[in-house]
Structures are given as structure tokens and as C-alpha cells.
């Protein structure tokens, strides 16, 4: 299935043993449905998972759906790979605890997509390590279409208490996808379900930091990440003003109200256009 026409905001998570629940997410308001076959099902329950979720996919879902494998050092991979290879209803990999180029080419070469061409693949950098290697794995295969965070790995990898001490991490995934022509990485999960505020504070702040956004794990997330991602009525008047200008006089100019504009701020002016118009 193709992807949405502008850049997804909100992706759901959902665990592949609770078909119930991932027929929930369908219908949720979700960009895109990230059925979990690693953390959130258990060893016993991995093998009813894998199957839910092959027939699941067997056919077409009314959104993207990304399926989160289990890691490519586990007893569990292969038969994930085995099991979603060709099926109709699957958008994308999300490879989660990988460390190296290497591990993102196997399944890329393992992985085969239902209509032909390559199957996305979101590599998670989840250790120390893997941060290290941020643009070497995010560049390691055409089939990479994304990176991201999972900061509860990395939290406990780097024995971070405060939310501050990931922040270089979270640079350094920007910078790193922006090096590899990848779009910006979205925010990890917020844990706190019923802390909305919390969750529009720290949306904010992946904002300035460069993401676009942010998977969650429950429904009431999606608004606030919704409007945490999307422009404001400001930001909307300010991006059409610079492209008026930019129209009218081509090259760096100061407008009215004192901002300098030249072709990086036109460039930002278009984006922030773009994402509004996926809300329309």
C-alpha cells in the first residue's frame, strides 16, 4: 500500500497479539498503524502474533501499516520475515535494536514487498552504539526510509535519568537523517498515557529539535500530537507572506515587519505550507 500523500504525524502502535485492539487502531485517526511483534508481546505469544498479523495484511487496511519485527539477533526474525514477505496489506519495516549497516542490508535483501520495488524500512537506534552509527545505518540500503529513536532502550543503555540527557542523542538522529536525504525522524513514545500535558510539552520540544511527528500509544495521544505537529494560523500567515515576497522579488529581501527572508527561509515557507495542506 502506498504511504499517505504528506508526511505522517501520528502513528499508533498496537500489540500483534490483541487483533482486536489492532482493528481499533484502524479506525482511530492514526497516519499509520505500527503493529508490534517485539516488546509488547511476550515469547509464548509471539508465534499467534506473527499469524494475526499475516492475515491481518493478507488483505488491503484502510491506512499504512509498518509492522515492528523482532530484533535480527532474536529466535523470532526470521519467521517475522517468512510470515509478511509479499503481503498486500504490509507498508513498511520497523527494525527495531539495530546496530549496524549490515543488519539493515539482510533484511532488506530478506524482505520482499507485494507489488514489486522495494519495502520501506525504519531502522530504531536504541544504544549508544547505534546512535554512533546513526548515518552509516541510516544510509545503508535505498530501501531505509526512516530512522528513529527508541528512547527507553537508550535511556537504560545510557543510564539516563533526566529527559535532558537524551537531547544529543535526538540531535544527532535529526542531523543524521537530514545527512542521508531521509525525512526527519518522529519523536519515540510518550509512557505516560493520561499525562496530555506532559505529552504537548515534550512535542514542543521535539519540534525545536527537528522532528515531525511522534508515535503514541493510545488514542488520546493522537490529538495532541496533531496539533503539537501542525502549523499555527501565525505560522501558516507567515509562510504565504514569504512566498509572496519571494514571488515578487526573487533573492534575500527584508519584509515589512523586519524578517529577513532568502531561499533557505523559502524552503522552510513551503514545508510548513505542505503540512498544512495534508490537514485539509
Not at 494475526?52 to 484502510?62: Q, W
Not at 499504512?64 to 498486500?88: F, I, K, Q
Not at 511522534?214 to 499555527?232: G, K, N
Request: charged share 25%.
Amino acid at each position: 500500500m502506498a504511504g499517505p500523500a504528506f508526511p505522517p504525524l501520528t502513528l499508533l502502535y498496537a500489540p500483534g497479539d490483541r487483533p482486536e485492539v489492532v482493528g481499533k487502531a484502524l479506525v482511530s485517526g492514526a497516519d499509520v498503524v505500527l503493529i508490534d511483534l517485539e516488546d509488547a508481546v511476550a515469547p509464548d505469544r509471539k508465534g499467534y502474533a506473527r499469524a494475526a498479523t499475516a492475515e491481518r495484511l493478507a488483505h488491503r487496511p484502510p491506512v499504512p501499516v509498518h509492522v515492528r519485527v523482532n530484533s535480527t539477533d532474536s529466535p523470532w526474525a526470521e519467521g517475522d520475515l517468512a510470515a509478511l514477505s509479499g503481503l498486500p496489506g504490509l507498508s513498511g519495516l520497523r527494525l527495531p535494536k539495530v546496530t549496524s549497516p549490515s543488519e539493515v542490508v539482510r533484511v532488506a535483501e530478506r524482505a520482499v514487498p507485494a507489488g514489486g520495488g522495494p519495502l520501506p524500512l525504519y531502522a530504531l537506534l536504541e544504544s549508544a552504539l547505534a546512535v554512533e552509527r546513526a548515518f552509516t545505518i541510516a544510509s545503508a540500503h535505498p530501501s531505509v526510509r526512516g530512522i528513529a529513536l527508541g528512547e527507553a532502550d537508550l535511556r537504560a543503555d545510557l543510564g539516563v535519568r533526566e529527559d535532558a540527557g537524551l537531547d544529543w542523542s535526538r540531535a544527532r538522529a535529526v542531523v543524521a537523517a537530514r545527512a542521508a536525504a531521509l525525512p526527519p525522524p518522529v519523536q519515540s513514545i510518550y509512557p505516560d498515557t493520561r499525562d496530555l500535558e506532559g505529552l504537548a510539552a515534550s512535542c514542543a520540544h521535539g519540534r525545536a529539535l527537528g522532528f515531525l511527528g511522534r508515535a503514541a500509544i493510545h488514542p488520546r495521544q493522537l490529538p495532541v500530537i496533531e496539533r503539537a505537529y501542525t502549523p499555527t494560523a501565525e505560522e501558516i500567515a507567515q509562510a504565504e507572506e514569504t512566498l509572496k515576497a519571494a514571488a515578487l522579488e526573487p533573492g534575500a529581501q527584508a519584509l515589512p515587519d523586519g524578517r529577513f527572508i532568502d531561499t533557505a527561509t523559502v524552503r522552510e515557507a513551503r514545508r510548513t505550507l505542505s503540512l498544512t495542506q495534508r490537514s485539509r
